[in-house]
């Protein structure tokens, strides 16, 4: 077997090195095919394409695909990775784009000011196990081992015998992943998406975060000359067993489930810790005696466990020996006592000399505590505001008709009680099932909040918040659970995701003010209100354009009204991975948040496989913590710099309004919905078990009550993609028709100035780049109606050519795509592949619907959604 000689040099640009390792997995996944289809391995090389029958027979050619296009990405996983590594040994941390050094080198700060932003410098990235992750925990174990055989591949030092080893381990690994199959035959169980995010820690986030406060160390040392007595903070919060918007499987026992396995995969983490810290401080009291008072501080620690005589005189090793078993045995009522154990060991350590082994073996664990406590995440609870609503109202009924939602008699009803200190409890027997869950949850959420560890649970996140009296009637459901009268410990975080509903958000939240008790409430959490924005959600109801002006603007009218009232505003987005979600280059996407909107607080989901992409190896984890932190750090330190431009926000006020006119009238056209549905494969994917979560939220069949997920899902399996850019077209020719060349001026300095507009410019026409009108008239081909076939399909090719006539006139004429390379250049390798895999689903899809086969859907059918999914990167 050929070893990868040149391509593992260090001086090998990355490009090249990134080459010679897809031609050595491409070898490799060949030899798999040749033993376990050859039939495939011939298709697969075949030049030209040929034909591939559909059925059974695809399943092997579309899984053999899928694997390509897995191994394609985490060869550039890991090809990223070296270059940051290189970059950094080559030009010095500095030159690390996004990294800390770089951002302190270019904000310039004295010490103190830097230490003053960084103690207030708070990231809460948030792990949801929305179903966008089509791939198995069991599939992720081996993509890791993978990347992880690749890395080792990376060093000079071994003899061909032992590079040859390497190089069958990974064949070995390929072939696993043949004979394991990524297709999940069973829908995943609340359980198992439990442990598919707690995995993240295990593998990856838990030995990651302490080494990118560590490189905060390095960096100030480097730039400021001294390091801090602060670094910035990290806080992770998860959804996962908590988020039961829509998922009936998500109940109070399941949440309590989640919250001891974050509490057990926290001190099973600790220990591992723990014991690798006591195989090597082997320090003998007889050599080197403890000064005091530093002995006895150990020995307290060891005189609380049990006596053993273990280790007699090594109090390094019997101090650590304690304190595992105090942390197995629930002995730390509080994180603060095992982080005063920890400093001890610390402080011990330094007082022999032993920096280097504290640096390497305790500091690590410490800061590790102080990110995860003993909880491994804050666990988040979401609901839905139909849901909570509909409770109350069943409540109200139990004593005297309900007033109607919306009413005036609603909203008097709600603050009158809200006021009661002689508030008359429900009887929850008498109640619904609904109500007697949701009543559970809140008195679980009152119980954590009170206990040892309250910051074990987080906010209550209360999705399509309308108004005020939404998140008012949680706050009178918390009463009813028992969480007191004259302040409530819980925070309820609105979720704004229609466009009408960002638009009203700021009067939203100072109707809540005026309430005494919400007003009292939220002043005791410090006068800072957490805002939860959705990305998917607005995009899906005014399209991409619109909804990204849309959110700008809404968190600058939240934070305006909010310090009109002494508070200070949060903000929680809700992006997912691809662009119709939100996503977006993080460092850009952090630059681009208005000026003030930050201040050094920001959280944001990280969302299905954008999970697994940025978390599933230490590496890759520890270069997006370092980006995320230090974009914030960027954007908190930089938010006075940025000057007021009236003209832009006209301009772009008059963009969002036109592209949501035109977005909308194609979701109103008639046949719209009946377009969808047949050029997709949106009704089948249903059947695909990405998720513990059904597609829609309530089992309507209109498109309102469509999640956005396999909205984007079903845009982006037959590459009409519109969701990431339809209604620009037209809004563009419709501004420079009105506004002329002054107009036309306003939007080139736009594209040169906005960082909001640019971003946005810049996600759509990477949108359009890897939009295929080719591909989507081959699924305009299923829709049975020729005249609404024609009507849709001309109407989205139309606005499609405008979109790009309008980013090209941004661009200065460029062709679409060109100024991305790199992506243009991983959308190349694969399009011949992808093309053959959709005209394969197109045939798959009009079998299948021609059979009438009700409720089954083939599993070749499922497998070219896996596969396209892995081809583009993303599935919602």
């Known amino acids: 077997m050929q070893a ?10 990355p490009s090249a090195y990134a080459d010679g390792l897809r031609t050595e997995l491409r070898a490799l996944w060949r030899n798999i095919l040749l033993k376990r289809a050859p039939h495939v391995a011939s298709w697969a090389e075949a030049k030209p394409l040929p034909t591939i029958p559909t059925g059974q027979a695809a399943i092997p050619y579309l899984q053999a695909l899928s694997i390509w296009f897995q191994l394609v990405r985490i060869i550039d996983e890991n ?14 941390a500095q030159a690390v784009e996004g990294g800390f050094a770089e951002v302190l080198s270019d904000l310039n700060l004295s ?11 708070m990231t809460g990235p948030t792990l949801t196990a929305h179903p966008t992750e089509a791939k198995r925990v069991t599939v992720l174990e081996i993509h890791r081992r993978i990347y992880r055989i690749l890395v080792s591949l990376e060093s000079q030092r071994w003899t061909p015998i032992e590079r040859s080893t390497l190089l069958n381990d990974l064949e070995g690994e390929i072939d696993l992943l043949w004979m394991t199959g990524e297709l999940r035959l069973s829908r995943p169980s ?3 998406e439990i442990e598919w995010g707690l995995q993240f820690f295990r593998d990856a986030i838990f030995d990651a975060v302490p080494q990118v406060i560590d490189r905060f160390d390095h960096a100030c040392m480097q730039v400021l000359g001294k390091t801090l007595n602060v670094t910035p903070n990290v806080r992770f919060h998860s959804w996962i067993g908590g988020d039961r918007d829509g998922n009936p499987n998500v109940t109070s026992e399941m949440t309590k489930l989640a919250l ?6 926290a001190i099973d983490l600790y220990c591992q810790a723990l014991d690798k810290a006591a195989q090597k ?3 003998s009291a007889l050599i080197l005696p403890l000064p005091e008072p530093h002995g006895e501080r150990l020995q307290a620690i060891i005189n609380r466990a049990p006596k053993n005589d273990r280790n007699p005189n090594e109090p390094f090793r019997q101090a650590l020996n304690a304190v595992r078993q105090r942390l197995t045995s629930a002995g730390y009522q509080h994180i603060s006592q095992f982080e005063c154990d920890l400093d001890a060991l610390d402080e011990a350590l330094c007082a022999v000399n032993a920096d280097i082994l504290t640096r390497r073996h305790i500091r690590p664990l410490r800061r590790a505590a102080t990110v995860f406590g003993l909880r491994t995440t804050t666990l988040d609870i979401r609901q839905n505001s139909t849901v909570t609503t509909s409770v109350l109202a069943e409540i109200w009924s139990a004593f005297e008709p309900a007033p109607k939602y919306g009413t005036p008699e609603w909203s008097t009803r709600l603050r ?4 009661d200190q002689n508030l008359q409890y429900p009887q929850r027997d008498g109640l619904s099932d609904q109500a007697q869950e949701l009543l559970a949850l809140l008195a679980l959420m009152h119980a954590v909040r009170t206990g040892p560890d309250p910051k074990a649970v987080g906010p209550f996140i209360l999705s399509m918040t309308r108004s005020a009296d939404d998140i008012l009637g949680v706050y009178l459901l918390a009463r009813y659970a028992g969480f007191g009268s004259e302040t409530l410990d819980i925070s309820v975080v609105p979720l704004f995701e229609t466009i009408g509903d960002l638009r009203n958000a700021s009067a939203i939240l100072l109707d809540v003010l005026d309430v005494p008790l919400a007003r009292r409430s939220l002043k005791s959490g410090g006068n800072v209100i957490e805002v939860m924005l959705g990305y998917s959600d607005s995009g899906k109801d005014g399209g991409y354009f619109c909804s990204t002006w849309e959110l700008d603007r809404a968190q600058r009218r939240i934070v305006t009204a909010l310090a009109s009232q002494g508070f200070s505003a949060a903000f929680f987005h809700g992006r997912g991975g691809s662009v119709s979600r939100g996503g977006a280059p993080t460092g850009r996407a952090i630059a681009a948040q208005p000026s003030g909107t930050i201040a050094g607080l920001l959280r944001v989901t990280e969302q299905g496989e954008v999970v697994s992409a940025k978390y599933a190896n230490r590496g890759t984890a520890a270069a997006h913590l370092e ?5 914030t750090l960027r954007h908190t330190a930089s938010h006075t710099k940025t000057p007021d431009r009236p003209e832009f926000d006209d301009a772009q006020d008059a963009l969002s309004e036109l592209s949501q006119m035109a977005y909308v009238s194609l979701l109103q056209t008639p046949g719209f919905l009946e377009y969808f549905q047949q050029a997709s494969p949106v009704e089948e994917l249903a059947r695909l078990k990405i998720g513990s979560r059904p597609a829609r939220r309530f089992g309507a069949a209109s498109l309102d009550d469509l999640r956005a997920i396999p909205w984007v899902f079903a845009w982006s399996q037959n590459r009409h993609l519109i969701t990431g850019w339809y209604g620009f077209g037209a809004a563009m020719v419709n501004f420079r028709k009105f506004r002329g060349a002054r107009g036309d001026e306003v939007l080139r300095d736009m594209f040169r100035q906005s960082r909001l507009f640019r971003l946005a410019v810049d996600e759509m026409e990477k949108s359009l780049y890897q939009t295929d009108m080719t591909i989507a008239a081959k699924y305009s081909e299923l829709v049975c109606d020729a005249n609404t076939r024609q009507r849709i399909l001309q109407a989205i090719t139309s606005e499609y050519c405008k979109a790009c006539d309008a980013v090209k006139f941004l661009n200065g004429g460029q062709i679409i795509g060109q100024r991305f390379p790199r992506l243009c250049e991983r959308v190349e390798r694969k399009r011949d592949e992808l093309a053959r895999i959709h005209t394969l689903q197109v045939d798959l899809l009009s079998q299948t619907r021609s059979e009438r086969q009700a409720g089954t859907v083939p599993v070749s059918l499922l497998q070219s959604m896996n596969a396209i999914s892995a081809g583009l990167g993303w599935t919602g």
Do not use: F, M
Request: aromatic content about 0%; overall charge neutral; hydrophobic content about 30%.
């Open 627 to 631: 980006l995320l932190l230090s974009s």
């Open 190 to 192: 609340l359980r198992d």
């Open 416 to 419: 009158s009680e809200l006021a």
């Open 111 to 121: 010490v103190g000011e830097t230490e003053k932003l960084a103690g207030s410098l």
């Open 79 to 92: 090809a990223d990775v070296r270059n940051r590594r290189q970059i950094e040994t080559q030009k010095g």
């Open 281 to 283: 401080l082997s320090i």
């Open 260 to 265: 001891q396995r974050g509490r057990e995969t």
């Open 4 to 13: 990868l000689a040149q391509d593992t040099q260090p001086s090998l640009p």
